[in-house]
């Protein structure tokens, strides 16, 4: 099955390196000789919209319940992390705990174990994109963008070339969000990117909740998302107007560690390392150790490898090694991988935060326990 597969890959991603023409020609072969579980979704997707007439209908019928039950009857609204609890024309207000978030983490992380038919036998990397691609769209000179809102469940975000695929993703986080109604979305898709992140041995990420749904007047302009084919000058100005420096656009760049690119989606095609469900820093060595030659094919410039022709890379990636500034940070997380997830944390944390009203203070974080 597939988590063998990733057992396989972490086993491999922490051990003695090996030459990368073995380390592919394994990883390829793990993927080939497993077979997919085949299973038919029956998930409900997201709302299109923000708040229907029938939802309030709902409100209505629950409280005439409410009325002719008695001090049984209970029914709930929903406002970003907390809930107005009425119980008999009372209110009460439920306010989540640090153990409610950990409930949720357990059940997003229990759906990326058991739905390993995904890619590489992991919705990891996707999930991990999502929680990106929903932060990564905040502008601070106008304080627009960013995870508050999670405007992507509408079509004008949701359809943004960047965002081609995502779909998958929300509708994984779909069954999460009906189990959990209390969190708002904007928090959910947050909370999953750390759950992913520490699921696939990454490190561990403070987080904390706050976040607000939106509806669909504050989706964010197509191209704020970083755009693969551009150079160094995008990246400092895609990451410039979030408030990155050089070292943290290095540092989140590390994220290529995960996942693989599609041609159905962005145009390229395949994974960045050998260990594509595993957070390590094998994408910096391997854009330091390896050769890279442009790809011979009818797509997008790309980068290939010469070892293995297995691997890509991106413009964007390349240009991590071939701006001056950008190569010393390139070289310290390819030397040292605990530095590289020290600090791959810390942007990490910046980037789910960027723009959020929160009312909570940063010491006031939590840390959610890995369940493997």
Not at 20 to 40: M, N
Not at 256 to 277: I, M, N, Q, V, Y
Not at 304 to 317: E, H, N
Request: glycine share 8%; proline share 5%.
């Amino acid at each position: 099955m597939a988590s063998a597969a990733r057992a396989f890959q972490r086993v491999a991603a922490h051990s003695t390196p090996i030459p990368s023409s073995i380390r592919a020609t394994a990883a390829r072969h793990a993927r080939i000789s497993l077979p997919r579980q085949t299973c038919q979704s029956t998930r409900r997707t997201y709302a299109s919209e923000a708040g229907s007439k029938g939802s309030s209908s709902a409100i209505y019928w629950l409280a005439g319940v409410a009325a002719v039950g008695g001090a049984g009857a209970y029914f709930f609204t929903f406002n970003g992390d907390s809930s107005t609890v009425k119980e008999s024309g009372a209110k009460k207000i439920f306010s989540p705990s640090k153990e409610d978030y950990q409930k949720v983490y357990n059940e997003i992380a229990h759906l990326l174990h058991e739905k390993d038919d995904y890619d590489d036998g992991s919705y990891g990397p996707v999930i991990v994109r999502l929680a990106w691609h929903c932060s990564g769209t905040y502008d601070q000179m106008t304080n627009t963008g960013g995870s508050n809102g999670a405007t992507m469940r509408f079509a004008p975000e949701g359809d943004h070339g960047a965002n081609a695929g995502l779909k998958a993703a929300r509708d994984f986080m779909e069954p999460v969000k009906e189990k959990f109604p209390w969190i708002s979305y904007s928090d959910l898709w947050t909370l999953g990117g750390v759950c992913a992140i520490q699921e696939m041995q990454g490190p561990v990420i403070p987080w904390r909740p706050g976040r607000e749904d939106r509806d669909v007047s504050l989706c964010t302009p197509d191209g704020r998302l970083p755009d693969g084919s551009k150079d160094q000058t995008h990246l400092r100005a895609i990451f410039g107007r979030m408030g990155f420096d050089d070292r943290e656009i290095v540092a989140l760049s590390g994220a290529h560690a995960l996942g693989r690119c599609h041609t159905d989606r962005s145009g390229f095609e395949g994974p960045w390392t050998f260990s594509p469900t595993v957070v390590t820093n094998d994408y910096y060595r391997l854009l330091l150790e390896e050769k890279w030659n442009w790809r011979k094919w009818n797509g997008p410039k790309q980068y290939q490898d010469k070892t293995s022709k297995s691997l890509m890379m991106l413009p964007t990636d390349m240009a991590l090694v071939k701006d001056k500034e950008f190569l010393k940070h390139v070289e310290r997380y390819a030397k040292d991988n605990e530095v590289f997830f020290a600090e791959f944390r810390d942007v990490i944390v910046k980037l789910l935060e960027l723009g959020v009203p929160f009312q909570s203070k940063e010491e006031d974080r939590i840390t959610l326990q890995p369940t493997s």
